[in-house]
């Protein structure tokens, strides 16, 4: 497994529904923590490794990993607060995003197990951020328009410099 990037459409597409969660659902679970470390990210979610379905995993500090299987968001405050992110499937991009401070989520485990949860701060950012990608949203959407093309520019150079170097 390995994550795409901006500019592949899958990351425009809306992920769907997982019927069955079972061992094969678990062990990608398992891959995408492992990718998820290898990476040094904090969050991933299926249609970042070309995956449209519905899950996503979670690993911010001083918390647990989690899965999210076919999650649906409950509530989110009213609160919000303006935070930088950056994605694994931008990388070298960061923007300054506004978010609700507090959410409340439902979602399955990887042993199918349904569960309820309130996060708040980075945690609540991440699950946002990650539930965004089984929609089809990238965090860049949440930025004014000409902030949102200068950066879409910026990983566009660096991305073609990248492929510059490697070519020799």
Not at 62 to 82: A, G, M, Q, W
Request: charge should be positive; hydrophobic fraction near 40%; charged fraction near 30%.
């Amino acid at each position: 497994m390995q994550i795409i990037t901006l500019g592949d459409e899958l990351l425009r597409r809306k992920a769907v529904r997982i019927d069955k969660i079972d061992k094969d659902i678990a062990d990608t679970a398992k891959q995408m923590l492992e990718i998820l470390a290898r990476d040094k990210g904090v969050g991933l979610a299926g249609p970042q490794i070309g995956l449209m379905k519905r899950i996503f995993v979670t690993h911010a500090a001083d918390d647990t990993e989690r899965v999210f299987i076919n999650p649906s968001i409950l509530e989110t405050s009213h609160k919000t607060v303006k935070i930088e992110e950056g994605c694994l499937s931008i990388p070298g991009i960061f923007a300054n995003v506004i978010r609700s401070e507090t959410i409340k989520i439902q979602a399955w485990n990887e042993k199918g197990r349904p569960f309820t949860m309130e996060a708040s701060g980075i945690l609540a950012r991440i699950i946002l951020h990650e539930y965004d990608h089984l929609e089809g949203v990238l965090f860049l959407d949440h930025l004014p328009e000409n902030k949102r093309e200068k950066l879409m520019a910026k990983f566009e150079k660096k991305s073609l410099s990248g492929k510059k170097s490697a070519k020799g």
